[in-house]
């Protein structure tokens, strides 16, 4: 299950990464006169491969085919074995990781699991039905018009809010998997927002500097 969180936490900074790069690199655009409001068909073609990708990656990480390396599947796995996610087996792994010692590993352990002594199932469907429900906006759009196109289209277009619902929900349940799995009995790590978990996993996302090739022509004048 370690293995399979790992590939999956690799999704989601490429994720968190896309997002970040996209961001930016409109931000570049609007803020140059010269760029601004400028029709380009460039620009078209970056949102929609963002978005594809985006959308695809969203879709690729709650997928519930047996075969998928997904956040479903290790959710599953996670409701299916209660007894491997005990408070005990918690809480001792907290003083070796935590300097604030067992009483917040506790707290931490009641936040992701439940308040008996080992992991209530029930909580963690609840949690897998709530993210699946967020991203079933995305799974559709998906589904009928990015993987494939289907004559039955959506009723209406998919927003870019409802997108980054989507990637919140997929976002605070990875990290909810990830404090469970590897022990993180930090009260306060657990209770971490979908945007200060983003700000914390961006710190390993690669070069900070990678926006200085906007700051060279990319086509030398003649």
Known sequence: MKQDLEEVGKHIQELLWHQRIHNRVFEIIRDNPTLADTPNLFWGWMERVYADSTLVTIRRLMDGNSRAVSLVNITRCVIANPDAHTRKEFVSAAPCLWSKGTEDASRAYTVLAGTGDR??????????????????????????????NDRTKPDS??????????????????????????????????????????????????????????RIPWIPPR
């Open 119 to 148: 992991l209530d199932p029930d909580l963690w469907n609840r949690r897998l039905a709530e993210t699946n429900a967020r991203c079933g906006r995305v799974r559709e759009f998906v589904n009928t018009l990015v993987a494939h």
């Open 157 to 214: 277009a998919l927003k870019w809010t409802e997108v980054n619902e989507a990637t919140d929900a997929v976002l605070a349940l990875y990290w909810q998997l990830k404090c469970l799995i590897d022990r993180i009995g930090s009260e306060s790590l657990v209770r971490q927002t979908p945007a200060e978990i983003s700000k914390r996993l961006a710190g390993v996302l690669g070069d900070p500097g990678w926006e200085r090739i906007f």
